[in-house]
């Protein structure tokens, strides 16, 4: 480990690329908060952090629900904040249902605010700290099929933008970190071999861990990663 022991908290970590971001720092040597709502897989990242040596509390919690993220978060000293918790149901906008467009909305952006919120006053107090967050190509580079998802990771980017300008003179770094198409069960996939030209999860991993890792005067606040590969049709490279 390079750095001092952090406390990073993690949402979405059960799987995907929040799983691949709490093992890459749990390696590193810190203490893995690690949020989602499903017990089992987070049972199972806890054990394999465990085996490897490391530290994880998971945290099994709806980020969508407000006053349940208040409650777990309280009393919670977040170093770094990784908003990775994300849905994406990517199909044409009239063939959308109001609970997955809410769905979307819930966990994209309402759930920024409730987990953000939750941990930046701590950070204020102790005058450091790095919120990061998953947006997404897609969020500035419009697909068909992603009329929701592309406007709340649009959304993702600009609020990302506007935090940092507000809360850099408190110590806290705000990022955004907009993948491409990545190997992971999003929108209904099964991992396979036709996924083979994506970004693999670790590789997300790494990237938000660089930018975690630079010196504390140092900011990168947006960071793109794209596989240099040809991507399928239809998804945004
Ligand atoms: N895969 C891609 O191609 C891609 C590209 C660019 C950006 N991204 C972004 O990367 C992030 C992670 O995506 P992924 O590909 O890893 O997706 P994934 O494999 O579907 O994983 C999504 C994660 O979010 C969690 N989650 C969903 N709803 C939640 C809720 N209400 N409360 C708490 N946790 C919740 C899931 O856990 P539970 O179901 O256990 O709650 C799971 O751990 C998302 O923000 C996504 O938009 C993905």
């Known amino acids: 480990m390079t750095t ?54 998971p945290i099994v919690l709806d980020v969508a629900d407000g006053a349940a993220v208040a409650a777990a978060l309280e009393n919670l000293d977040v170093d770094v904040l990784v908003n990775n918790a994300g849905v994406g149901v990517l199909k044409p ?47 500035r580079s419009v697909f068909a099929g992603g009329t929701c998802y ?8 600009a609020w990302a933008e506007n935090l940092m300008l507000e809360v850099r003179d408190h110590g806290v770094k705000v990022s955004v970190i907009m993948p491409g198409a990545v190997a992971t069960e999003f929108n209904g996939n099964q991992v396979s071999d036709k996924d083979a030209w994506k970004l693999m999860p670790e590789d997300v991993a790494d990237a938000v861990a660089q930018v975690v890792l630079t010196p504390p005067h140092v900011l990168i606040h947006r960071l793109e990663v794209r596989t240099l590969t040809v991507a399928a049709k239809g998804h945004a490279k």
């Open 93 to 139: 906008f009239v063939e959308l249902t109001v609970e997955e467009w809410q769905r979307m909305l819930d966990v994209n952006v309402n759930a920024l605010f409730h987990v953000t919120r939750a941990v930046l006053p701590g950070m204020f107090r102790r005058k450091v700290g790095h919120v990061c967050t998953i947006g997404s190509i897609g969020g």
């Open 4 to 57: 001092p022991k952090q406390t990073i908290l993690v949402t979405g970590a059960s799987r995907g690329i929040g799983r691949a971001i709490a093992l890459r720092f749990a390696r590193d040597g810190h203490d893995v908060v690690a949020v989602a709502r499903t017990r089992a897989e987070l049972d199972v990242l806890g054990a394999d952090i465990r085996a490897a040596g490391g530290t994880c509390r």
């Open 150 to 157: 592309g406007g709340t990771k649009a959304f993702v980017t």
